[in-house]
């Protein structure tokens, strides 16, 4: 091997032995493998977690997705067709007002506190995303379908002002009526002779409607166009999420929100100086949202978790112009930090460690906001290294109702467990909903593409000499650690196996 040149060192420990599990309080029905990373490249990673791998500070693990109570999915989001919600836009609106005119959500307004804030556990600990509560379907009470779908007012509200039906565009179709009927049995429904009653967002659509067409006419476009009902008005193209972001960032603010990109390993000059004030915020954090005692949070503590990486930096001349490896991402408002969003920049990925605001901020539902803003982040990273694609969110539980909320990020994939391809989570739901471990691959030939086939050919460490295993065992006649070494690289597959260095002692 080269020297200086970068590598990957790890030390595995196995994972027999079962710990409290973070999400269902079972004290013992948490199970992974575990190992110690020394330095890591950030190639060596992004195979690792598209294999089920995920870090907390410089310990590497992987749950036992067959055995530990709660399964946790790799899942990532395609951030270049993101498309926000509902839900992500009153999030965004939620900022603007904040930011604007100073409005501080009032509790009904916010996402509920337990959906906000990051699940903490002895080995792991995902980034703290607000969730997304998906509305459920509700029945009308008193109503009567009007018997139209969507596609159908879409096509109505496209027509021309000129058009007959365009005045009463809320008549009941029904397959055993071909034109409308205004008429109705004497003392039956609302009066014939007015029209149906409108809600107010409806109107508004249709006067939109009408003013594009009259512009589109008076711009030399033939009225026959506009008025032909086979050849409807186009719909305009759906707000990017940059759009709804830099509306939620008013030209003249009352209060001032900046985003600074700071190196954490190694540590930059701005992560350096930020680095106190950002770890009282990480400690109010802790003691407020997870309620740990105020000795708890330490500064050494806080160093390990979120600070120390075993990512190598790495900037090569087609890669993003920050480079790959650990950031954070610091919120400044009116020249404070008052959150921070840890991330990875990987060959092909962001991929979100964990997030951590101040309590007094809540209410503005930062864990969602830092989600969007990241794969914003993303997209525009995307701009300067095409393969970088993905935003991944950490792991999908979905037999946590509080961590689903990160099906919500679409279009995403969950990783198969057995077959270490991703699979749109549309189509492993239902087999969630059956059982908590599911494989999601349908293809029953299907296996890992990477799975072990030379144990002799994964290298290992020894007395600082790179050496093929082979060779190891040859040196270590009465070594019985084969067994230990085969799971290992069954764990990591061929690939890296071949790459990663397996410390021996």
């Known amino acids: ?51 089920g791998w995920r870090r907390s500070g410089k310990y590497v693990y992987k749950p036992i997705m067959n055995k530990t109570c709660c399964p946790q999915y790799t899942i990532r989001c395609h951030a270049l067709n993101f498309q926000p919600s509902k839900t992500h836009k009153k999030i965004l609106k939620k900022m603007s007002k904040f930011l604007s005119k100073g409005e501080m959500p009032t509790e009904q307004d916010t996402t509920p506190a337990e959906f906000e804030t990051a699940r903490k556990d002895p080995v792991s600990i995902p980034d703290g995303r607000g969730p997304e509560t998906t509305p459920k379907p509700g029945k009308s009470k008193g109503r009567k379908s009007r018997g ?86 186009q719909l305009t193209q759906p707000k990017a999420l940059e759009e709804f972001i830099n509306e939620s960032l008013p030209d003249s603010p009352l209060h001032r929100l900046e985003v600074r990109l700071v190196r954490s390993n190694p540590p930059s000059s701005q992560f350096k100086a930020s680095f106190d004030a950002s770890y009282q915020v990480y400690k109010l954090y802790q003691m407020a949202i997870h309620h740990d005692p105020p000795d708890k949070p330490t500064e050494s503590q806080f160093r390990r978790f979120l600070c120390d990486s075993p990512l190598e930096m790495e900037t090569p001349p087609d890669g993003p112009a920050a480079g790959y490896g650990s950031f954070h991402q610091q919120y ?3 020249g404070r930090i008052v959150a921070v969003g840890v991330v990875d920049i990987l060959p092909t990925c962001v991929s979100s460690v964990y997030l951590y605001y101040h309590p007094d901020f809540a209410s503005l539902s930062l864990g969602s906001y830092s989600a969007l803003r990241e794969v914003a982040f993303t997209r525009q990273l995307q701009k300067q290294s095409p393969k970088l694609c993905f935003y991944y969110l950490g792991f999908y539980i979905h037999s946590c109702n509080k961590m689903r909320y ?93 790459r990663i260095l397996l410390y021996r002692a």
């Open 332 to 334: 400044w408002l009116d």
């Open 148 to 233: 139209l779908d969507i596609s159908e007012l879409i096509y109505l509200f496209s027509l021309s002002p000129s058009h007959p039906l365009f005045l009463f565009p809320f008549f009941s179709c029904s397959p055993s009526h071909s034109s409308p009927s205004l008429s109705s049995p004497s003392g039956v429904g609302a009066d014939p002779g007015r029209p149906l009653c409108r809600k107010a967002k409806e109107l508004r659509k249709a006067r939109r409607l009408q003013k594009e067409q009259k512009r589109q006419v008076g711009g030399g476009v033939p009225a026959s166009a506009t008025s032909n009902p086979a050849t409807p008005v």
């Open 1 to 51: 091997m080269a020297a200086g040149s970068s590598c990957t060192i790890v030390e595995y420990f196995g994972g027999d032995d079962g710990y409290r599990c973070g999400y269902c309080k079972n004290e013992k029905g948490n199970f992974s493998h575990g190992m110690w990373s020394h330095a890591m490249t950030v190639q060596d990673y992004q195979d690792l977690i598209d294999r």
């Open 406 to 498: 990160k099906g919500q990020y679409q279009p995403s994939d969950l990783l198969c467990p057995e077959t270490y391809v991703f699979v749109p989570i549309e189509c492993c739901i239902p087999s969630l909903e059956q059982t908590h471990y599911a494989r999601f691959n349908q293809d029953p030939d299907a296996g890992d593409t990477h799975v072990l086939k030379d144990l002799g050919r994964a290298l290992v460490l020894y007395r600082r000499t790179v050496m093929p295993y082979a060779a190891y065992a040859r040196k270590r006649k009465c070594s019985n650690d084969e067994m230990e070494v085969a799971q290992y690289a069954g764990l990591v597959g061929q690939v890296c196996a071949e």
